[in-house]
């Protein structure tokens, strides 16, 4: 019996039909007239299951639905778009879609840049975090000024993977521009809240890391995993995050910079030829906090939160490109 009511409640859920309204948060008013769509995301990849147009007062209904781990409900406005990503249990109850009117100027400086470097037997694997935060109510986008503009060694050109998150959204792969003298320039909309830049590439047989800011004033992190030290001008060391994995070290002044590195290891729960641990952040989804990067060695426990998952797959994971 208690069997039956389980299976009655599981094709329940599956089975319900998803709503919601949209909403202009720049103008506190429902978006009348927008199309939505509802895609399923299964083991098949994202597939479109029904269209709709949202009435007066921004409301929007699908029948349709599918076996899907999750859904995602998405619209266009302004040229940008804006999507949400739906449970099956959350096909209970109405959802809202929030969309901004676009501001046509260049991105703000990114905030932060985090650079974590794994040197393994035979390669240096490095990941950049670089961070951009909008605190107005419209969304910054200038499809002929580049958000993030950033530069990789020679010997990564043709091997660098990107994906953006944008504030409550899942993450985006992206192709870099390729520009001269080593610098990639990649264009997204940057949203209300903060948007995250996730860039990743290997280079072969390196103990030394060389890089370059193309933004002023913008504090940068380095991160190795626990045993790895780094030397180098202008190199503060911060501490050990709280759980001992990671040494982090501070960035100041510099343009350009050069430090060596001695020891060699993976953040936890990596493996040789996994690509970089660093995951692809899915804040509605994911909540395992592995370690914490602080502003000073003081308020560590206190500092600035990023989160990564240990399974191997997820470095490579490109998915189905939307802005």
């Not at 280079?203 to 626990?226: E, K, N």
Request: cysteine-free.
């Amino acid at each position: 019996m208690r069997q039956a009511v389980l299976m009655l409640a599981l094709v329940s859920v599956a089975g319900a039909a998803v709503r919601g309204t949209v909403v202009n948060r720049t103008t506190g008013k429902p978006a009348a007239g927008l199309s939505v769509r509802l895609l399923s995301m299964g083991s098949a990849g994202m597939q479109e299951l029904e269209s709709a147009v949202t009435d007066a007062q921004g409301r929007f209904a699908f029948s349709r639905t599918a076996q899907a781990v999750h859904y995602l409900v998405e619209t266009q406005f302004g040229g940008v778009t804006y999507n949400r990503m739906v449970s099956p249990g959350d096909t209970a109850r109405e959802i809202e879609l929030v969309v901004y009117e676009v501001a046509r100027r260049p991105a703000p400086r990114p905030t932060q840049r985090i650079v974590i470097l794994e040197p393994a037997s035979d390669e240096l694997r490095v990941s950049e975090t670089w961070l951009f935060r909008n605190d107005g109510n419209r969304t910054l986008y200038d499809p002929q000024s580049a958000a993030l503009r950033f530069w990789v060694p020679e010997a990564a050109a043709g091997k660098i993977s990107v994906s953006v998150t944008a504030p409550g959204g899942m993450p985006l792969s992206r192709s870099p521009e390729s520009g001269p003298d080593g610098v990639y320039r990649v264009n997204f909309p940057i949203k209300p809240g903060e948007t995250r830049f996730d860039v990743s590439y290997s280079l072969a047989g390196q103990r030394s890391f060389s890089g370059r800011m193309l933004f002023a004033d913008v504090p940068v992190r380095l991160v190795v995993p626990g045993g790895v030290t780094l030397e180098g001008e202008g190199l503060e060391v911060l501490g050990p995050d709280p759980s001992g994995r990671t040494m982090i070290y501070e960035l100041k002044g510099r343009r350009e910079f050069t430090v060596a590195i001695s020891g060699s290891g993976l953040l936890e729960g990596a493996e040789e030829g996994a690509g970089p641990s660093l995951d692809r952040i899915l804040p509605a989804v994911y909540d395992r906090l592995a370690w914490i990067l602080a502003p000073a060695a003081a308020a560590l426990a206190l500092g600035f939160l990023l989160l990564y998952r240990a399974p191997a797959t997820a470095r490579r994971g490109g998915r189905t490109s939307r802005s």
